[in-house]
């Protein structure tokens, strides 16, 4: 098991950026693949972006793709989401998560809200 705990939101005018940041408990973190995803109010939670154990393979949405980059250091046991040219429909609360493998993601944060004003 591994804990995370979100950083990083707050409030930001279209056009500008934010980094999250997620740091995870546990001397295991290298073995997790990890994720970021978002729930806007009134919707499902959505896949964001994804990152192998070693930081090489990297996934996107396609409504995040070359304005979201995530990236992870495994020394630090902490994973990034640097987002720019943020829109309004970015809205949502952002959680990290871990997955073993190609199993779910059965690790989550509590989350952290990101607001885009128009």
């Known amino acids: 098991q591994v804990q995370l705990v979100e950083s990083g939101g707050g409030l930001v005018q279209a056009g500008g950026s934010l980094r999250l940041s997620c740091a995870a408990s546990?001397?295991?973190?290298?073995?997790?693949?990890m994720g970021w995803f978002r729930q806007a109010p009134g919707k499902d939670r959505e896949f964001v972006a994804e990152?192998?154990?070693?930081?090489?393979?990297?996934t996107y949405a396609d409504s995040v793709k070359g304005r979201f980059t995530i990236s992870r250091d495994n020394a630090k046991n902490t994973v990034g989401l640097q987002m720019n040219s943020l829109k309004p429909e970015d809205t949502a609360v952002y959680y990290c998560?871990?997955?073993?493998?190609?199993?779910?993601?059965?690790?989550w944060g509590q989350g952290t809200q990101v607001t885009v004003s128009s």
């Open positions: 998560a871990a997955r073993l493998g190609s199993g779910p993601y059965s690790n």
């Open positions: 546990g001397r295991t973190f290298s073995s997790y693949a």
């Open positions: 990152i192998s154990r070693s930081g090489f393979g990297r």
